[in-house]
């Protein structure tokens, strides 16, 4: 089975705090994904990787930055926190570009005060 | 542009009746569409996808949805709901523009009562 792991299942930051999300994926997936998701707004991706080193941008980056060294481990920073970014945070990976399933695993509920 | 409207934001069925999450698409391209389910506290898991083959697909626990492409609609069905189906349930699609990234939709909480 594939397993997709996140670091923290609830976070609690003060605002202005650097705060780093991590994701590990025990599959070799190429590709890597961040997500926020708001109630009424499903899933909205931040950013996403499809290699060791590599990323993109995607919907909503504005105030997150992340960081792929190894192929399986893909980080979410949020560099100052701010309180429109508590939210679900959900991580994802697929084996690569094509139409493949993309793994989620249990998502980080992220507060900020 | 692609985009995904799932039509109820709250569904709610008895034990035993049929369920229907309803969801259409807007696509510029032979769309790749899915159905995910996220159960209270826990991830998203893939319930069913179509791909340009077969037009009713059938997926885990009894669901299949059928694509519509005059209709532009991926509803989601289940002729006979159960209590652990309660769950959150979005639908997908993929953007083939680049990389395929999956754009969803806002979702559905399915509330099933005995």
């Known amino acids: 089975d594939v397993k997709v792991t996140q670091s923290s299942r609830y976070l609690v930051k003060r605002t202005g705090e650097k705060v780093f999300l991590e994701c590990v994926q025990d599959m070799d997936h190429e590709n890597m994904f961040w997500y926020r998701q708001d109630p009424g707004l499903g899933l909205r991706l931040i950013y996403f990787s499809y290699d060791v080193k590599m990323k993109e941008k995607g919907d909503i980056p504005e105030g997150y930055s992340v960081s792929r060294e190894k192929k399986e481990r893909f980080s979410l920073i949020l560099e100052s926190a701010s309180t429109n970014q508590t939210s679900m945070y959900l991580c994802?990976?697929?084996?690569?570009?094509?139409?493949?399933?993309?793994?989620f695993g249990p998502g980080t509920r992220l507060t900020v005060t | 542009a692609q985009s995904v409207t799932q039509l109820d934001s709250h569904v709610s069925v008895s034990e035993g009746t049929p369920v229907l999450l309803r969801c259409n698409y807007s696509?510029?391209?032979?769309?790749?569409l899915f159905w995910y389910v996220q159960h209270p506290n826990k991830g998203l898991q893939l319930l069913l996808k179509?791909?340009?083959?077969?037009?009713l697909v059938k997926g885990i626990n009894g669901f299949e949805a059928e694509f519509k492409k005059s209709e532009t609609s991926f509803h989601l069905t289940k002729p006979s709901a159960h209590m652990s189906d309660a769950a959150e349930y979005f639908c997908v699609v993929s953007d083939r523009g680049g990389y395929n990234k999956l754009i969803f939709g806002a979702g559905t909480r399915l509330a099933v009562h005995p």
């Open positions: 994802a990976s697929r084996v690569s570009t094509g139409n493949y399933e993309q793994y």
């Open positions: 179509y791909t340009s083959a077969a037009t």
């Open positions: 696509s510029s391209y032979s769309p790749s």
